[in-house]
C-alpha cells in the first residue's frame, strides 16, 4: 500500500495499529502489513540503474534524490526527469520498471522494501 497523505506521520506506529485491528477482526489469521513510503514507484528512485535500464533518455547528468522515500510524487519525479514531451506512464512503465527492479539494491536502499520483505517472510515461515 501507497504511504503518503497529510496524516501519515509514523508508518510503524500505523502499522501496529492495523495490526492490533486485524488481529481483533481475525485473530486465527495471520496478517502482516507494509507500506510504500510515499508510493510504490519510490522503488523505482531507489534503484536507480534498473529505473534507467528502463528509461532509458532519462539523461545521464539526472540525479536521483539519495532519500527516495522523503519524494512525495514518485511519478512526477520520473516524468521529470524523462526529456521534454515525454512522461513516465504507470499503466507502461510500472510493470517493466518493476519486473527487473534488484532485490539486492532495495534492501540496501528501501526501508519500505525491508518491511515488506520482513512481511512476506513472516506470513510464509
Not at 507500506?35 to 535500464?53: H, I, N, P, W
Request: charged letters at 25%; a negative charge; one cysteine or more.
Amino acid at each position: 500500500m501507497d504511504y503518503d497523505c497529510d496524516t501519515c506521520t509514523d508508518v510503524m506506529r500505523d502499522i501496529a495499529d492495523l495490526q492490533t485491528q486485524a488481529h481483533l477482526a481475525a485473530p486465527h489469521m495471520p496478517v502482516r502489513f507494509a507500506f510504500m513510503v510515499k508510493e510504490f514507484e519510490s522503488l523505482f528512485l531507489a534503484d536507480e540503474a534498473t529505473t534507467r535500464q528502463v528509461l532509458k533518455s532519462i539523461p545521464l547528468d539526472a540525479a536521483f534524490p539519495s532519500t527516495p522515500e522523503s519524494i512525495r510524487g514518485a511519478k512526477e519525479w520520473l516524468s521529470k526527469a524523462l526529456p521534454k514531451g515525454q512522461a513516465y506512464k504507470e499503466t507502461i512503465h510500472q510493470d517493466r520498471i518493476s519486473s527487473q527492479l534488484s532485490l539486492e539494491v532495495l534492501r540496501k536502499t528501501s526501508a519500505s522494501f525491508n518491511r515488506f520483505e520482513r512481511s512476506l517472510l513472516d506470513l510464509i515461515q
